[in-house]
């Protein structure tokens, strides 16, 4: 069993940057890909990002919403996974929830994704 927390969210000013953190319990961490995704009011989940367990493959969201704004990185020494999120907008507004241990399929389909955190929370101001 793996147990997710994340941290970092809250308020912040469109054009701010947040980094969300998603530190995981157990000693298998390392071998997890791990995935963000997020879900605004009224809207389903999505897809933001994943990185391989390897830490050499990350994919993002294919839209320009997230590309190039959003990076996902992992520290495994430390069981941690992070968003980095730079020039926030109104629409990234959402509860950020990060998710591990893929089990194949589609990499966006949270149904994929076994693990979960609780969510944090991520608001922009206009």
């Known amino acids: 069993q793996v147990q997710l927390v994340e941290s970092g969210g809250g308020l912040v000013q469109a054009g701010g940057s947040l980094r969300l953190s998603c530190t995981a319990s157990g000693r298998t961490f390392s071998s997890y890909d791990m995935g963000w995704f997020r879900q605004a009011p009224g809207k389903e989940r999505e897809f933001v990002g994943g990185?391989?367990?390897?830490?050499?493959?990350?994919?993002?969201l294919d839209s320009d919403s997230v590309k190039g704004r959003f990076t996902i990185s992992r520290e495994n020494a430390k069981n941690t996974v992070y968003l980095q999120m730079n020039s926030l907008k109104p629409e990234d507004t959402a509860v950020y929830y990060c998710a591990a241990d893929w089990r194949g399929g589609r990499w966006w389909n949270g149904d994929n994704w076994r693990y979960w955190g609780q969510g944090t929370q991520v608001t922009v101001s206009s």
């Open positions: 990185i391989r367990w390897s830490g050499d493959n990350t994919d993002y």
